[in-house]
């Protein structure tokens, strides 16, 4: 018997125009990381999937229409791609703010930039897709042993890197902050 047992490598899923979709949308990424083995960036990725979900509602999906989010792992390329695909016109853009402006909204594609090794934006009809890419340090760890406790994958102990690339996210997030970029004062 000839069985395949590569994990797949392209999960999605369709969410409604509602609130807590972008919950749920954290939810279906952090489920996908969990299945992939996949540990590295995991805040980040969290922080942006959330970013593009809010301005898929926000932005981009019509009334009555929902959005779908799709995850590409290509363990070649040691990379993990996130699309929001909506059939909303427009295209978004990083607005810088204005000077004395509060900047209490707008700033996610910043965060989203920030974050990520790449973004961009893909025509498709109706609408569009807006993408982020994560390379570098997205690293699978080996599946648990059968038997043993299956509690999501942690980083194994000394892999290089991951504490600090969370320091450098955290930081990253304090300095745009301290810039004003971010408000955390301020609700959605």
């Not at 993990?80 to 703010?97: A, F, K, N, Q, Y």
């Not at 980083?155 to 450098?168: F, H, I, L, S, V």
């Not at 745009?176 to 970029?181: K, T």
């Amino acid at each position: 018997m000839n069985l395949d047992t590569r994990l797949p490598l392209t999960r999605e899923r369709f969410f409604p125009k509602a609130r807590r979709s972008v919950a749920a949308v954290r939810e279906f990424a952090d489920g996908c990381l969990d299945f992939w083995y996949l540990h590295d960036r995991r805040a980040e990725l969290s922080l942006c999937v959330s970013e593009l979900a809010t301005n898929a509602l926000r932005h981009g999906v019509p009334p009555g229409r929902g959005f779908r989010v799709r995850m590409v792992r290509d363990p070649e390329a040691r990379t993990v791609r996130v699309e929001v695909h909506d059939s909303g016109p427009g295209e978004p853009r990083i607005v810088p703010p204005a000077p004395g402006e509060p900047s209490q909204r707008g700033r996610g594609l910043l965060l989203v930039a920030a974050l990520a090794d790449a973004w961009g934006v893909e025509p498709r009809r109706p609408g569009k897709v807006v993408w982020c890419e994560f390379r570098d340090g997205v690293h699978a760890s080996p599946p648990p042993e059968p038997g043993a406790p299956g509690a999501p994958c942690a980083p194994p102990p000394g892999e290089p890197g991951t504490p600090e690339r969370r320091r450098a996210a955290v930081e990253r997030m304090r300095q745009l902050v301290r810039e004003g970029v971010i408000d955390l004062a301020s609700g959605p």
